[in-house]
Every structure is written in C-alpha cells, then in structure tokens.
C-alpha cells in the first residue's frame, strides 16, 4: 500500500475511533439487529408451531354436534364468559339437522372482515375445519349409499418432499442474510459523511489537499477507512447472528439455520464487493452535497435502493434477473449456500463484475469531481 494513502487511513481511523459515541451509533445495527431479529423469530415460530386457542361466535351450536367436535378437534370453540370471542361468527342455520338427515345442503355462515389482517389467518383456519367436516360427512353419505369414496379420486397423488431440512426457512434464511448484507450500508455512514461533507464543512478538506498528495490517494484513504467501518459491522452482525440463532427454535418447524464457518467465509467474501461499493457510493453523494445535514438527508434516501433489492430478494419476489445484479446477486448466492445447494457461480461471478465496474466508474467520477473548486469549497 501507498505510505501516504496509509497514513491517510490511519488518520480517517484516528479520528473515527476517538467519537465514540459515533462509533456505537454506527456498530449498533450489527449489535442490535440480530438480537431483535432473533426474538422475533422465535414469536413468529410458537405461533406458526403451535397456534393458540380460537374462540369465536356460534349461533345455534347445540344443532350441530358433530361439526363442534370437528372444531374442537382443531382448537377451535365457542365463546363463552371466561373468554373473549374473536370478530368471527358461525352462524348454524335452523334447518341443519333436517337439512343433513335428508341428505341435503346444510347452510353454515361464516361472517367476518376478511379485510383484517389480524382475523384473516384465523377465518381461514375455521373455514379449513368447516370444510374438513364438510369432508368427513360427504365420504360416509358416499359409504352409506354404497358407492366407494375412490370413485371420486382419479388420480393417487403421492408428494414427497426432496428439500433438504436448511432449505424449508427460505422466508426466515432470506430476512436473516438481508440484515446481515445491509450492514456494510450502515455501519460505515456516520464515517462516510464525516469524512467528506463533515470535513468540508470543519475546511480540513481544503488544507489536505493544499498538501503534496495525489487526490487519488486521499480517495483511496477515505475509502479504505470507510469501507474497513462497514466490513467490520458485516463481521460482527455475523458473529452476533451466530450466536443469538442458536437460541431460536427452529426444528419446530421443520428445518434448521446454520450459520457455519463455510457460510461466515461466503459472506465475507462475497460481501466485500458490496463493502466497496457501499463505501463509494456514500462518500459520492457525501461529497456532492452542500451541507452535513444534506448528505444525510441525500443517503437515507439512497439507502432505499439496495434495502428495496435485498429485500425483494429476501422474500424471493423478483425475477431471475436479480441473480446477476450487485446486492441481490450476491443475497441470491448466500441463500443457496445456506439451503444446502450447490453455488451459483456463474450468475454470482457477474454480479460481482459489475459491483467492481461499478466501483470503478464511482472512484473515477468522485476522484474527478474532488478536482473541482465547486466540490471541495462547496460552491
């Protein structure tokens, strides 16, 4: 390395370390993400495992005994003093009893807001008992008229799930390495904009490169110490994620999330091209804005394009296109490796291509503007 582009990093370092405040406020996404994200798997998981005890409204549930023990069989009962009924009714029509021993359709309403996010898993949880007795019923008429309930199925449907026990939590997998890779875009902001707008704004920036350096080496100083914040929070949430993971209840569910010394390598790997990347990214918009508090208020809102991409990819809604682009590319490869598949090297290899071209054509367009007296001064 360049002895002046060294002493640059070790000065961008110095002055990072000794706020320390700024310090714990740029780590404490690594810290605190983990753990909270840890937490809430563990509530979404007793509730997807083991869901409570549903108590709702039923009209007229003495004239429909065996449709009550169905619902009672899925957790599903009558309101009663002891406890609150949920915004869901079962209306039981008044004919049901004739309606059923003729062997006609029996009237059954169920009434609630579907638009209720809050009541709407637990109306189709009623609804799948009400028509899982509607089932039942249907297979004895069938048995008791002598036909065979086989006459109905045409086809023997055997599914067999191949997927490896990593591979079941894509939703889970997802949300976790999209906090993990969202860490090179925090935790080296706060260094990013103090080091360009906050120096500008200070007129260090002016005094150094009064100084017999390159602008290239003063870039390449900034950038490394910028980007070494932002590998640093990657390295941690990592480890943390490791650690607090542990304690979730996966098997619950059927699969596992393990995060090895193969997957920390990935990571690592894969991600410090996005650490470039992240780092230019920030200290160009830093550095063309006007005022400390601009390049804030510029970069919370740049941060929504690769929080957006991560988060699509996350939760496998985009294209395959996002397989070759920076950010979304490199999630898709640490999912695979995650669920146990083979890695996409292809589609990986030019993701990272272009975040390194982006890379460079970023450099060169922030080494040419710090040329610039309406950069450096503010103009």
């Known amino acids: 390395m360049n002895r002046k582009v060294w002493i640059i990093y070790q000065k961008e370092m110095l002055d990072a370390i000794r706020d320390r405040r700024s310090v714990i406020a740029a780590l404490s996404y690594a810290i605190g993400t983990p753990l909270l994200m840890c937490l809430v798997f563990v509530v979404l998981i007793e509730k ?12 007229n549930a003495e004239l429909a005994p065996g449709l009550i023990r169905q619902l009672a069989s899925q957790d599903i009962h009558p309101a009663g003093a002891e406890h609150k009924a949920k915004a869901i009714s079962l209306i039981i029509d008044t004919d049901y009893p004739k309606q059923m021993h003729s062997g006609r359709l029996a009237l059954v309403q169920l009434q609630g807001d579907f638009s209720n996010t809050q009541l709407a898993s637990d109306i189709r949880r009623v609804e799948r008992a009400v028509e899982s007795y509607a089932r039942e019923v249907a297979v004895m008429r069938m048995i008791a008229r002598g036909v065979a309930p086989q006459v109905l199925k045409v086809l023997d449907v055997q599914v067999q799930d191949q997927a490896k026990p990593e591979a079941k939590g894509g939703f889970f997998v997802g949300i976790a390495i999209f906090t993990m890779i969202y860490a090179v875009f925090i935790s080296g ?5 103090d080091t360009s707008a906050g120096e500008r704004e200070r007129n260090s920036l002016a005094l150094m490169l009064s100084l017999p350096i390159r602008v290239r080496d003063l870039l390449l100083g900034k950038l490394l110490a ?5 590998f640093l929070g990657l390295f941690m949430i990592v480890i943390i994620s490791k650690i607090a993971y542990g304690f979730v209840p996966w098997q619950e ?6 995060i090895d ?3 920390i390598a990935y990571i690592l ?3 410090l091209p996005v650490a470039l990347m992240a780092a230019l990214m920030q200290l160009f918009v830093s550095f063309m804005a006007k005022t400390f508090k601009e390049a804030q208020s510029y970069l919370t809102l740049v941060l929504i394009v690769p929080m957006a991409l991560a988060m699509i990819t996350g939760y496998d809604l985009g294209p395959e296109l996002l397989s070759w682009l920076p950010i979304s590319g490199q999630q898709k490869a640490l999912m695979e490796v995650v669920k146990g598949n083979d890695l996409p090297l292809e589609p990986l290899l030019i993701a990272t291509a272009i975040t390194l071209s982006l890379c460079a054509l970023l450099f060169w367009a922030l080494a040419r503007s710090l040329k610039s007296e ?4 503010s103009l």
């Open 253 to 258: 569910l059927g699969f596992n999330v393990n």
């Open 226 to 230: 910028v980007t070494s914040f932002a």
């Open 269 to 271: 790997a894969f991600s």
């Open 374 to 377: 309406k950069t450096i001064f």
């Open 189 to 193: 902001m706060n260094l990013a904009i």
């Open 48 to 59: 997807f495992a083991s869901p409570d005890a549903l108590y709702i409204n039923i009209s």
């Open 261 to 263: 010394g193969r997957f």
